[in-house]
């Protein structure tokens, strides 16, 4: 492979982990000046962190970060970065919605000061905006809070670009057309090739792989912390992209679950629609099955269980639930979690009402289910009082599902519970969720990985918060549902 | 090994107000020579009641999560001390009606606070700051000033003594004991604790979180509106800025005591160490011989020292 | 939609000073001689102090804290004004650039420890109540000459309050709302994430802000002092709810940044009126305070109002 002479960045053998769970195992990735590149891979391949340590945002456990030729590994932030001419425009926004949109570029340009500064950062901002999105309507006065996701993301794109002291060498752009409308996204993309022919090099990830195939000069696909293949982007079309990202192996020679009598019918359990749906598409969950809620993190499947989880027992215009429903959170941390509280009580809360006898909770029963759920979900620890943060992110999923299945709930939603758990626990979790199955108990069950899919009766995919495919369990491929969960258009 | 210490004095941290207590009660009598203690331990606990009553409402309150602060009580109090007071017209018969009243009172107040909370999405410093206003108001309009004699009934029950220890303090003991008894093993309490770690946690496990911080903020209007009444008992009829001081005491002997500020985790028995040390350290600088001014400053700094040391932890999402 | 949101933003902005324009046509109509130089010199006496106040809590609130020790601290000023500034106006001018300082080292705690600012200010009201006490422990002293001079400026055609209020006004809607810092300043109670990422320090931010409040503070308490001639330790303690609600009635969110300082200087005002138009009104003094919390529930769910009809 040949080389331009002068490289922006390159990290050589970056390696980083959460916990246990391994996000970059050794990457290697080089960008040269006016190169565009794109970055495609499914949910968990990497390509977050991966961004945020070019960025300077996370510094990695190993590696080696060249700028411009110079290594600066160990000095390397996001103050560094900015001055060494390199940008990021993150998925979730960085703009102050207090403040005008030419005072936001105030904030990023410490150079924007002095008596006429509003002007010039009027100008400064409004001229990228005009050069990037001709035809906005956006004024340098208008305060972020007030418009719209999609003019926000405007905002913090063309601010990226703007240039008062610092080089700018290399955008990082995530996602960036994920709240524009096709013509904005147009614009965007024709500004990109046009920046790249100036010299200026950009590192485009998007899910829709016709933006990365129509606008990148290299594409690097990654899968499983690593790269897997990075080829000019001529070298790909939509199929073998698709199939880089992907296992080679087909999922349905491996599927292990057994087939349960009477799938995809008996008493409708759950029925909803997502409220972007234009079609009438909807979501059916049966007793005793295992829907599985595929696609992209963030596109529509979180909000969709959470639309289920408020509408239990009452139901609303989207959703009809029949019975109690328990969700099992992803984000242990956020959503799941008591961390004052010890293991048992962590078990025992979603159940504890009906241990209540004259008004007090009953002890005696209250350390038996925490004691019986020990067993069952086999977590490990000497004893049940001990605080939850003493256990393992694993374990303390383990809590968490006990929580769950412990409960009254004939339904249980699971919110990519699988998220930085380890192999060994999975494995005795899908066991556990295919004994309860039998029993009768629906699931809901959102995977960002399409390895669980296989323990599916039937999969939704969902794109842009709707649902754009569903797939009988006999016709489920991976193909389709990376298919599914990329869009094609630019 | 340090976390473990650390997690171990924190769970205990009502031990340390109680020893605190006792270092400034010995202090206080190796200064006047052994005269006294016992007097002013009575008067301790005489005193410090009203604090421990409406700093477990406060400790309820601060226990469902940052943010979360009763600013209204001083008024209630005030209110409450001045409706019931006129009500009972020093008769002992109505007595009874006094402390429903005085309870209802409470109820009003706290479902007032929660509705602005609620509807106009403020935070509660706020809304229970705007209803204080109010409160305040119509204690005054109603009160007119006038000193109204509690019954006598009353004015014995709250100033009653056992052996030196008054009856006050024993029912507040027993009261104190019901409420670490809520806390721990009932659905009302367990819910509190798991709002103030997490309300989206808690929401997610399928505890009604609305109706958990209605009833919190009843409770401590309510417990408020108690105190009002026994208060004005105890010093023989209400005045209009009786609750001032238990603004800053509710708050600070929740601190003191060992609840977190950040929510989630209470201590009852810590409300009672911080009540008598509060007490007991003005006692001690009353007869060291300390002006009011260095008594403010020191009361001030032990509170910032306090939440300094424990810190306001990391700050959840 | 994009309108209507900008149409929701303008009638919030817009409301401090509509309230301010119903309740002076409300005083009017009833009372018509409060329409003249000197009736409105009056009623506009306290707009002064209590506007500085207000600002200073302002500054603290743009940082999304809260600062319960406002009245007091204002209360400690004016006893120091009372005092040293009048016998020994070196030393007087020290210990207020002392108080300051605290200010500004209150504000670093609360960011370094990530503490509740309530509970912080709350305690500190009883340091800066105990200090005043111990400077002044009975009310009296002597308000420096040129102070009760200043505050009792005659200004031709317009009184001095609302010449004082404009200036002030203007000067800190200028410091904030349009200095390149001030942006900055701003900024930080609206994206702190965001604001540290450029690289600007967020402790600064906080010690500036709460050292502001306690210059504001300390002008609010020789504003004062100019007018009673006299101090007292509990002279303002009333100023702690007048400076929240002042900011309130003013539009100031309590998070994110969104603070006005004209508004902030419009709802103190529109809170000193509310006294005066109560008194024409015949209510009861009694109803003083109830009233002023009317008021301010009325705002804040005028302002729900306005914003569910935004979120539509």
């Given at each position: 492979m040949t080389r331009p002479p002068q490289q922006i960045v390159d990290l050589t053998d970056v390696a980083m982990s959460f916990g246990a769970v391994r996000a970059l195992a050794g990457v290697d990735l080089a960008v040269a000046a006016g190169e565009c590149v794109g970055l495609v891979g499914h949910n968990g391949a990497g390509k977050s962190t991966l961004v945020n340590v070019l960025a300077g945002g996370l510094i990695p456990d190993r590696g080696r970060i060249k700028v411009a030729g110079e290594d600066i590994t160990h000095r390397f932030n996001v103050r560094t970065a900015h001055q060494h001419g390199i940008r990021c425009v993150f998925q979730e926004l960085s703009l102050c919605p207090n403040l005008t949109v030419a005072e936001n570029a105030r904030i990023f340009h410490a150079r924007l000061r002095g008596m006429s500064w509003k002007r010039r950062a009027a100008a400064l901002i409004g001229a990228k905006l005009d050069e990037i999105f001709p035809g906005h309507d956006i004024l340098p006065h208008d305060i972020i809070g007030d418009l719209s996701i999609g003019r926000r993301q405007m905002v913090e794109i063309a601010r990226a670009f703007t240039v008062t002291v610092e080089p700018l060498d290399l955008v990082i752009l995530d996602e960036p057309t994920s709240s524009l409308d096709a013509v904005t996204a147009g614009q965007l993309l024709a500004f990109v090739r046009r920046q790249v022919a100036m010299g200026t090099s950009v590192i485009l990830i998007s899910h829709m792989l016709g933006e990365v195939l129509g606008t990148c000069s290299r594409i690097v696909v990654m899968k499983d912390g690593g790269v897997v293949a990075a080829k000019p982007a001529a070298a790909f079309n939509r199929e073998s992209l698709v199939s880089a990202m992907g296992t080679v192996v087909e999922v349905q020679g491996v599927a292990p679950r057994p087939e349960i009598a009477g799938s995809r019918q008996g008493e409708v359990m759950v029925e909803a629609r997502s409220r972007r749906q234009l079609n009438d598409r909807k979501l059916v969950a049966h007793r005793g099955e295992v829907i599985g809620l595929a696609g992209l993190a963030g596109h529509g499947q979180t909000r969709m269980l959470l639309q289920i989880f408020a509408a239990a027992g009452k139901g609303d215009l989207f959703a009809e639930v029949r019975g109690p429903v328990a969700i099992i959170a992803g984000d242990r941390q956020t959503d799941g979690i008591f961390p004052l509280w010890s293991i048992g009580q962590n078990v025992t809360i979603r159940s504890l009402r009906g241990m209540v006898r004259r008004l007090l909770i009953d002890s005696d029963q209250e350390r038996a289910m925490a004691a019986t759920w020990q067993q069952k979900m086999r977590i490990k620890t000497p004893n049940m009082d001990d605080n939850i943060l003493t256990l393992s992110g694993g374990n303390q999923q383990k809590a968490l599902f006990a929580r769950a299945l412990g409960s009254d709930a004939g339904i249980v939603l699971m919110d990519?519970?699988?998220?930085?758990?380890d192999v060994g626990t999975k494995i005795e979790v899908y066991d556990r969720i295919r004994q309860e199955a039998a029993g009768g108990r629906t699931f809901l069950w959102y995977t960002t990985e399409i390895d669980e899919l296989k323990y599916c009766d039937h999969v939704y995919v969902f794109r842009n918060g709707i649902i754009v495919d569903d797939i009988p369990r006999d016709e489920l491929t991976e193909a389709r549902v990376l298919s599914a969960s990329f869009h094609e258009a630019a | 090994m340090t976390v473990g210490v650390v997690s171990f004095l924190r769970g205990q941290a009502w031990i340390w107000s109680f020893l605190a207590t006792a270092a400034v009660w010995m202090a206080t009598i190796i200064f006047t020579g052994g005269v006294g203690g016992g007097q002013i331990l009575t008067a301790a606990l005489s005193f410090a009641i009203f604090t421990v009553i409406v700093g477990i409402g406060q400790m309820f309150v601060i226990t469902t999560g940052p943010g979360n602060v009763d600013l209204s009580i001083p008024a209630t109090m005030a209110l409450s001390g001045a409706v019931t007071t006129k009500l009972m017209d020093t008769q002992n018969e109505l007595i009874a009606l006094g402390v429903l009243v005085a309870l209802g009172i409470g109820i009003c107040v706290g479902v007032f606070n929660y509705l602005l909370i609620r509807l106009?999405?403020?935070p509660p410093i706020i809304a229970t700051l705007s209803a204080s206003f109010l409160v305040q108001s119509t204690a005054i309009a109603y009160g007119r000033g006038l000193r109204i004699k509690p019954p006598p009934a009353l004015a014995d029950f709250t100033t009653a003594q056992i052996a030196g220890v008054p009856v006050l303090a024993l029912c507040g003991l027993a009261f104190t004991a019901i409420m670490g008894l809520v806390l721990a093993r009932t659905m009302y309490g367990r819910s509190v604790l798991a709002v103030g770690q997490n309300m989206r946690a808690a929401w997610l496990a399928g505890i009604n979180v609305e109706r958990t911080r209605l009833m919190t903020y009843m409770l401590s209007a309510m417990l408020a509106g108690l105190s009002g009444l026994l208060l004005s008992g105890f010093s023989g009829g209400s005045s209009l800025n009786m609750g001032e001081e238990y603004l800053l005491a509710s708050i600070a002997v929740v601190v003191i005591g060992g609840t977190s500020v950040a929510g989630g985790r209470a201590n009852v028995p810590g409300i009672w160490g911080a009540a008598l040390f509060l007490y007991l350290l003005v006692t001690m600088l009353n007869t060291f011989g300390a002006s009011a001014g260095l008594r403010l400053i020191l009361s001030g700094l032990i509170i910032i020292t306090v939440i300094t040391l424990a810190g306001g932890g990391e700050r959840k999402r | 939609m994009f309108h209507g949101h900008l149409n929701a933003r303008m009638l919030r902005s817009a409301l401090p000073a509509l309230s301010l324009a119903v309740l002076l046509a409300a005083i009017f109509y009833t009372q018509p001689r409060a329409m003249s130089y000197f009736g409105l010199n009056l009623m506009l006496q306290y707009a002064v102090p209590i506007a500085l106040a207000t600002l200073a809590q302002m500054f603290v609130i743009t940082v999304n804290d809260l600062d319960l020790s406002i009245g007091p601290f204002v209360g400690l000023v004016a006893c120091i004004g009372a005092t040293y500034l009048h016998d020994a106006p070196a030393l007087g001018l020290f210990m207020l650039a002392g108080c300051i300082g605290l200010y500004a080292l209150m504000g670093a705690l609360i960011h370094l420890r990530n503490l509740p600012s309530i509970v912080v200010t709350l305690g500190m009201s009883f340091v800066w109540l105990g200090i005043a006490v111990l400077v002044l422990p009975t009310p009296g002293g002597k308000a420096p000459e040129y102070l009760k001079a200043l505050m009792s400026l005659q200004v031709p055609l317009v009184p001095f309050p609302i010449v004082a209020a404009v200036v002030i006004a203007l000067v800190v809607q200028a410091a904030l709302m349009h200095s390149s810092y001030g942006v900055v300043l701003r900024g930080a109670g609206g994206n702190p994430k965001a604001v540290a990422r450029a690289g600007w320090s967020m402790l600064r931010a906080k010690m500036i802000m709460f050292g502001l409040a306690g210059v504001f503070g300390v002008l609010s308490g020789l504003s004062l002092i100019g007018l009673t001639t006299s101090g007292d330790a509990h002279i303002a303690d009333r100023y702690t709810l007048y400076s929240i609600a002042g900011a309130i009635l003013g539009?100031?969110?309590?998070?994110?940044?969104?603070?006005s300082p004209v508004g902030a200087v419009l709802g103190a005002l529109t809170l000193t009126l509310a006294g005066s138009f109560l008194i024409f009104l015949r209510v009861s003094p009694d109803w003083q305070i109830g009233a002023q919390g009317a008021i301010l529930i009325l705002v804040l769910a005028l302002r729900a109002l306005i914003s569910r009809g935004e979120a539509r």
């Open positions: 990519d519970p699988m998220r930085g758990v | 106009l999405r403020i | 539009g100031a969110e309590f998070v994110g940044g969104r603070v």
